[in-house]
């Protein structure tokens, strides 16, 4: 849940990274891409609601290039935007803001729960993931929908048979349900503690183009497209910090990927 003590932090680790981003002297990136989980009105870290996220798809459609995934894995400037899960949210409020924007947009969806809750390290959101019929609706309005294995778990805790049929497996279910390939894969969580390199091979033999990591960044020419970083939007981000993440500003959060990047995150995430 986002306590006030936790969103205070977090906006103020924000402010301190905003300041240090110049300081580091990071280039223009290239190309960037966003992650989104539910765009609804879920007491979650990780929602946005739908007012912030029009929003922000206006201010991405008034300012930068948008991207599809593909373009972001060339490295082309610019941004994509991509949901995580499959919220029927993602359906019902990010979906039209996306075709009124104008924005690409690709949904990961965890194709084994897809008309149920989902439940992420043990935690139940008590958001509803969209059904087939709905993702259905969703590929038809233009959204494509990529795989986000079957159950949702930590890749790299999995034996090599269980990580095949979770990747793998994802991958068939929604091309059998959609009549479609899936060009696209999403490692569930996605830190580099997250998946490994049974996760890549296998997304590679699913027939993705391209996998998605989150390790916090930007893409630049010659990026391995199977580990592709991306920038989180959650609960906490202001129009500013969001702003701030979509030009740079808040580069200096890449850190948040190493070790200790990743101890200070969950020291972050117990404060409640
Ligand atoms: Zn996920």
Not at 153 to 178: K, T, V
Not at 235 to 261: C, I, Q, R, W, Y
Request: proline share 6%; hydrophobic share 40%; aromatic share 8%.
């Amino acid at each position: 849940m986002p306590s006030p003590i936790r969103t205070v932090i977090k906006r103020s680790f924000k402010r301190g990274a905003m300041l240090l981003g110049p300081a580091l002297g990071t280039p223009r990136p290239p190309s960037r891409i966003l992650t989104y989980h539910s765009v609804g009105d879920l007491d979650h870290a990780m929602n946005v609601t739908p007012r912030n996220f029009a929003e922000q798809m206006a201010w991405l459609a008034d300012h930068v290039q948008i991207n599809t995934l593909d373009d972001a894995a060339d490295a082309k400037p610019g941004v994509a935007v991509t949901l995580d899960d499959g919220y029927r949210d993602n359906l019902t409020n990010a979906a039209p803001i996306m075709v009124k924007h104008e924005v690409p947009g690709v949904v990961f969806v965890t194709a084994g729960k897809l008309g149920d809750l989902l439940v992420t390290d043990g935690e139940p959101w008590h958001g509803h993931l969209m059904n087939w019929d709905e993702a259905r609706e969703l590929s038809a309005m233009g959204i494509a929908v990529g795989g986000h294995s079957l159950t949702h778990p930590r890749l790299s805790h999995l034996s090599e048979d269980q990580q095949r049929e979770e990747i793998i497996g994802s991958c068939e279910r929604i091309a059998q349900e959609l009549g479609t390939p899936v060009p696209y894969f999403a490692y569930p969580y996605g830190t580099s503690a997250d998946y490994d390199h049974n996760s890549v091979r296998f997304a590679k033999e699913a027939g993705c183009r391209l996998a998605c990591s989150n390790r916090y960044g930007y893409n630049v020419p010659g990026c391995d497209r199977f580990t592709l970083r991306r920038i989180w939007i959650d609960a906490t981000d202001t129009m500013e910090s969001f702003e701030a993440k979509v030009t740079g500003k808040l580069d200096a959060l890449s850190v948040l990927d190493s070790p200790a990047g990743m101890f200070a995150r969950r020291m972050l995430n117990r404060v409640a």
